[in-house]
């Protein structure tokens, strides 16, 4: 009995092929029903692939002009003071060299004693050794520096002759001596290398510098060596050369760069920033995934008869399922193609309207390995979200043909669909976890989206079963919008799930954003002192010192040495080979540090572990450590530090560790040493000054041109210029934030409204019976817009939970800072579900309360 | 080889040995359809009903059986137990020279792929796939690679040789309805089931189909077991079986003529 019926003819590949021709075919009625499917898909694939496109354009486009970027093909750093002599004639060897040097320092008008900080930098003829420096006359750069009539040429950014309301042919104070501008920086090749910018640039020639007074023993100048190498060597003979450097002069203590990696910090911050990006963009993808499995399942629903037929005809249920899984694929590759053109012409879109704005050249160009991810993605996300109701396809009984069954619509698919279902996801998640920089990041942010979307699931379940337990309510309207909030197929966990997930997203980031900021104006500057003075010379200290107490009697004055120096080894590890034992402390290891001594305990911090030194301590060097930086690192009481400072390497045992309270914005120094260990050192001083009420503006502006005109080569930074320049920052990545996660309510949009439309055919239906039996049009209006209004309502609550709680963590967990729960932006949440979700019904209503009863009815 | 009943030894002669044609089947002079004590019930909670009450039923290869009876007398879910769509709760059920019981849902598909042709009162043809696609889905999924071929045939056989490449929805319901029949005999069915095959139908047209499926079953010696309200189809048929409320009310010859061989 069994030869017919055991085993097909088919192998497992015709299987595939000839459900792939009944695929094609049913393809032919076009791809109606599917265009909030494809447009979920190409923009969520659009975004990732075009974040990730962004992003390797951008590290393209510094790997490209990294020789620009740097100065040179290798640069070496110091700071304080300038390299020995036969260091330098080592660099000789290896090419030419251009010596430049960067520094603080405050420029002042000559007339009206108006004063700002600048970034200054002093530059040798041979500058820049790649590149060019823009001027906006077009005038070569030694021209514009040369001297005329004993007065030394300058130049400047824009951004100083606008701050302080000069012109070209002007002259401003710096330091001791007084320099005339010549000329406007247009575009300055190696700016990237400086690293934050407190002020706008100023350029000299590095002749002028004696002049001015500002390098002193102990001044924060850096000096940079810049190599220009021929012929240029490539990657791998740089590292050689790098080394070289290293091995050949151990003692210089010079920070070295090469032009792989001309700026390290920025390529870190354009990955994290990349990172966040794809997970934003990510979260777009599963929004728009429920708009795939309500495509699939409705379409799937109008296919009822045909699957029958097919099971009627011969075909098994397996073989049912791979003609849809065919027809989804095909479908999910065509938005994934959409979806990946669109991401491919980002990159060239930012280039052109971003040019302006970015510190670097994009290197815009078609990146095949992140459209593949997007591809990837996009696959994955269709496929974790089809199979389920893709599965249930396998069993619609034949008998459909006969009579119509109404089945519960919440059968689950076979073991065999949910398994690849949950494969489907680990593997999804394991991708977007595996190529996360901070997989720790990346693991919360995944955790918190499927949490969310879990309970989004249940909140719906949980609207629709209080919706049918409510008691009768007398307004017919209110009654037809909760029936229609829990009857079977209604719109509920469409909107819930797809509207809750990308506002709870806005939420969060809303209220992260306004926090960060309330965090940066408010909080701090209330305890942060009004300045710091920067470069104070010992034998100038007393007397400054004097000058603010007369000028400023009722502020508090804090002062203290101030040295640069790098950290070369820990535990007898050189530091670039030093194995943290937990992320977050890195930076400490990076740069130089600010570094100081003192005799007793600094205010702001606490002593957590150890014993300070005695004041009269003269022993071997100690130093104490920030303990947070040390756990990090893995340091304890005991352990040997090594620094080099003003070129001299000098190593300390931790004596103990301090608790600082690091947002107090006051001097707080990683390792604080034992005032024997720099006893002789050239150093200055760094003081603050605050005062214990807010005073006004023109107080402080007044105290900063009192201080600079007598103390020109001072540099003072007024905390809250400072504070404004990092609130732009903020301000900028919070705009970039903003764009990515508007993609993911877009989203929202698309499936929100597709869900809408999914209901469209029952709504008519609807609509004409209540018209026949007498119900006007106000009152559906009526009817309708309570249940869109409900609906929008419970899923704003809920974005406002837990949009509040993702922030709450962000805020207080990581960011270490306190959070305040935003009203303005809960309002705003709330109206723009409530906009969304009333506005769009409504207008779906509005064509359905046009419909003449007669054409539906004879058709019923 | 002794037969039990004249009516079978007489049927299996006159088809001439047409059924050697059917791939694999083990050849037995028993029945085409032998129901036992066959027993369904549907539905679940308070909508449990008990459709099918026991019922005995042996139908002969190649002969013509009409199911009538009330609506919700169990004739189109009895229909469906022969096919192999619905699963009796209780009893055996054997098509075709096997047990239906014991095999799988997908075991079950192909059984029907290859031995039985289903003919619907609203035709359920695939809409995106035009004629001759239609027709060929049987023979495809049971992997004939001349399906094309022999579906073209069979369109031509049932005179839509002009209609090959048109889509269900260019088609008048009659032209439609004869696809179904010609999709339902492509595969050479030892079974062809109707659940009522002109119930959408008008009359002139109905009878078109009616004559179609009759001489089908004539000349390829198929065994048709056909639903209906119309009394006057149920009378071609060999035999009628009137059901009520889950039993065989009444079963009798019809008022065609049995094959000579068998009413000599």
Same mark, same amino acid.
């Given at each position: 009995m069994s030869s017919f019926v055991s085993g097909s003819t088919h192998s497992g590949n015709q299987t595939f092929k000839l459900a792939s021709r009944f695929a094609l075919r049913e393809l032919r009625g076009g791809l109606k029903g599917f265009y909030i499917f494809i447009a979920c898909i190409a923009l969520g694939v659009a975004a990732i692939a075009g974040v990730t496109s962004v992003s390797r354009a951008l590290t393209e486009g510094i790997a490209e002009e990294g020789q620009a970027i740097l100065g040179g093909d290798l640069s070496f750093s110091v700071i304080h003071r300038q390299v020995e002599p036969e260091q330098v004639a080592f660099l000789e060897t290896l090419g030419d060299v251009s010596r430049i040097a960067t520094l603080r320092a405050m420029s002042r008008r000559t007339d009206t004693g108006d004063q700002a900080l600048v970034e200054l930098k002093a530059v040798d003829n041979a500058y820049p050794l790649y590149g060019n420096l823009d001027l906006a006359s077009g005038q070569s750069l030694d021209e514009a520096l040369a001297s005329k009539d004993g007065i030394w040429g300058a130049v400047a950014d824009l951004a100083l002759l606008a701050r302080l309301d000069v012109k070209v042919g002007d002259q401003l104070a710096l330091g001791r001596t007084t320099v005339r501008i010549t000329d406007v920086i247009e575009g300055e090749p190696d700016k990237l290398a400086g690293g934050m910018d407190f002020g706008p640039r100023l350029m000299i020639s590095d002749a002028v510098i004696p002049d001015t007074g500002l390098v002193q023993p102990g001044s924060l100048v850096r000096w940079h060596y810049r190599v220009r190498m021929? #012929? +240029? #060597?490539?990657v791998q003979d740089l590292e050689s050369v790098v080394e070289r450097a290293k091995a050949a002069e151990p003692e210089a203590g010079w920070r070295v760069r090469s032009r792989a990696n001309a700026s390290p910090g920025l390529q870190r911050s354009i990955d994290r920033f990349a990172q966040f990006l794809t997970l934003v963009g990510l979260t777009a993808l599963v929004v728009g995934g429920v708009g795939v499995a309500n495509a699939v399942r409705s379409y799937l629903e109008t296919k009822r008869e045909v699957i029958a037929s097919f099971k009627c005809l011969g075909s098994t249920g397996g073989f049912v399922f791979k003609i849809y899984l065919v027809q989804m694929l095909i479908i999910a590759l065509i938005g994934i193609f959409i979806g990946l053109v669109l991401g491919a012409m980002i990159p060239f879109a930012a280039g052109a309207a971003l040019s302006s704005v970015l510190p670097v050249q994009l290197a815009a160009s078609i990146y095949p390995a992140e459209l593949g991810l997007g591809l990837l993605y996009g696959l994955l996300t269709a496929l974790a979200f089809a199979l389920w109701p893709l599965g249930r396809a396998h069993d619609v009984p034949p008998t459909a043909l006969f009579r119509d069954i109404v089945t519960g619509g919440s059968k689950l698919p076979r073991k065999r669909y949910l398994f690849a279902t949950a494969v489907t996801v680990l593997v999804l998640v394991s991708i977007a976890i595996f190529l996360s920089h901070d997989k720790d990041l990346a693991v919360v942010y995944i955790g918190a989206t499927a949490g969310a979307f879990v309970l989004l699931v249940a909140v719906a379940r949980l609207i629709m079963f209080a919706a049918k337990r409510l008691p009768s309510v007398r307004s017919t309207e209110l009654r037809l919008a909760i029936a229609n909030i829990h009857? #079977?197929? +209604?719109l509920t966990p469409s909107v819930v799930l797809s509207l809750g997930l990308g506002l709870s997203l806005l939420v969060a980031l809303a209220l992260i954003d306004g926090n960060l900021r309330r965090e940066l104006s408010a909080t701090i500057s209330d305890k942060a002192p009004s300045f710091f003075f920067v470069d104070i010379q010992s034998h100038e200290r007393d007397a400054f010192e004097a000058l603010l107490m007369q000028e400023a009697p009722d502020a508090e004055l804090q002062s203290v040495p101030m040295l640069r120096g790098r950290i070369i080894s820990l535990k007898g590890i050189p530091s670039d080979e030093f194995e943290p034992a937990q992320e977050g402390s890195e930076w400490v290891l990076r740069g130089d540090r600010g570094i100081t001594y003192e005799k007793t305990l600094p205010e702001n911090s606490e002593l957590a572990e150890g014993t300070w030194w005695p004041e009269d301590y003269a022993g071997n060097p100690l130093v104490s450590f920030d303990l947070e930086s040390a756990t990090e690192l893995g340091l304890t009481i005991g352990d040997k530090i090594t620094v080099n400072v003003l070129g001299r390497e000098i190593t300390a045992e931790i004596a103990n560790l301090r608790d600082i309270e690091w947002q107090s914005f006051g001097i707080n120094f990683v390792m604080v040493f034992s005032p024997n260990t720099f006893a002789g050192a050239p150093h200055a001083n760094l003081m603050t000054l605050g005062w214990a009420k807010e005073v006004p503006t023109e107080t402080e502006l007044a105290l900063l041109k009192t201080v600079s005109n007598a103390f020109p080569t001072v540099t003072s930074v007024r905390v809250k210029d400072a504070i404004s320049q990092v609130n732009e920052l903020v301000a900028q990545l919070a705009w970039a934030i903003r764009g990515a996660s508007s993609i993911t309510l877009i989203a929202s949009v698309l499936v929100l409204a597709g869900a809408l439309a999914a209901g469209h055919r029952s709504r008519i239906y609807d609509a004409v019976i209540l018209k026949t039996i007498g119900a006007t049009r106000p009152r559906l209006i009526l009817a309708y817009g309570l249940e869109y209004a409900i609906l929008g309502l419970v899923t704003a609550v809920f974005a406002l939970v837990a949009g509040g709680i993702a922030a709450w963590y962000v805020i207080t967990q990581i960011m270490g800072g306190s959070f305040v729960l935003m009203p303005v932006t809960a309002a705003g949440a709330a109206l723009v579900a409530l906009i969304l979700t009333v506005g769009f019904g409504l207008i779906g209503t509005w064509r359905i309360l046009g419909e003449k009863p007669a054409p539906v009815l004879r058709n019923l | 080889m002794v037969a039990e009943r004249p009516i079978v030894e007489g049927m299996y002669l006159s088809g001439r040995r047409s059924r050697a044609r059917c791939k694999g089947l083990i050849m037995t002079?028993?029945?085409a359809i032998t129901l036992k004590n066959v027993h369904l019930t549907l539905g679940e909670g308070a909508g449990r009903v008990h459709i099918l009450k026991g019922i005995d039923l042996d139908i002969e290869k190649g002969t013509s059986v009409g199911l009538v009876g009330p609506s919700g007398s169990g004739k189109s879910t009895l229909l469906m137990v022969m096919a192999g769509l619905e699963r009796a709760d209780e009893g055996s059920v054997e098509v075709a020279g096997s047990q239906l019981g014991p095999l799988s849902e997908d075991q079950l598909a192909r059984f029907r792929g290859r031995n039985v042709g289903i003919i619907f009162q609203s035709f359920h043809l695939v809409p995106n796939m035009t004629a001759l696609e239609n027709v060929a889905v049987p023979l495809e999924l049971a992997g004939d690679s001349s399906a094309f071929e022999k579906a073209k045939a069979e369109l031509e056989a049932v005179g839509l040789g002009h209609r090959m490449h048109h889509y269900p929805a260019q088609m008048s319901g009659g032209e439609q309805q004869r696809v179904a029949v010609a999709r339902a005999l492509v595969v050479e069915p030892q079974i062809l089931i109707a659940d009522e095959p002109t119930g959408n139908l008008d009359e002139s047209t109905g009878a078109q189909i009616v004559d179609l499926m009759f001489s089908a079953q004539r000349d390829r010696k198929t065994t048709l077991v056909l639903v209906t309200h119309d009394p006057s189809l149920a009378e071609k048929c060999d035999r009628m079986i009137r059901m009520r409320s889950g039993e065989v009310e009444e079963d009798h010859a019809g008022s065609a003529h049995l094959p000579e061989e068998v009413s000599a």
């Open positions: 021929s #012929p +240029a #060597p490539d009857r #079977p197929g +209604a | 002079n028993s029945p």
